[in-house]
């Protein structure tokens, strides 16, 4: 605004990429990511029959509400109960079923990281992406 930044509060999603799609308890897919035929017989198929796998997003992906309760705090490897983890990635989401659409055109986007535990080498960035609004 004129006077100044606009404080929003929303919520993120994980990227699908990183959550588990099965049917029944089977995974749809096999580790050199195609589809599994035996469970889907084409993509088309697998969207209609498989489903994505709710996520503990803490203790799986190492994503937590930061200490302010204002923001996000973000774990390279995240030891789970299950397999290690690395690395997420989020989605702001404008309602519980659309993405936050940004108009930046002439406009100021700020954002505070604590980078100081980041081990040397690593990326720790933000990025923009065109996408539709439903996904």
Not at 68 to 76: E, I, N, S
Request: a negative charge; aromatic letters at 14%; glycine letters at 8%.
């Amino acid at each position: 605004t004129a006077s100044g930044c606009d404080w929003q509060k929303g919520s993120v999603v994980m990227d699908a990429n990183w959550r588990w799609v099965n049917k029944d308890g089977q995974n749809c897919y096999h580790d050199d990511n195609t589809w599994d035929p035996d469970i889907c017989s084409d993509p088309a198929n697998c969207a209609l029959t498989c489903s994505i796998e709710g996520a503990d997003y803490a203790s799986t992906y190492g994503v937590s509400t930061n200490s302010y309760k204002d923001g996000v705090t973000l774990k390279f490897v995240t030891e789970g109960q299950y397999s290690t983890n690395y690395g997420s990635r989020l989605y702001v989401m404008d309602s519980e079923d659309t993405y936050k659409m940004f108009k930046l055109k002439n406009r100021e986007f700020t954002f505070t990281v604590d980078d100081s535990t980041l081990t040397c080498g690593l990326n720790g960035a933000l990025y923009f992406v065109e996408m539709d609004q439903r996904g």
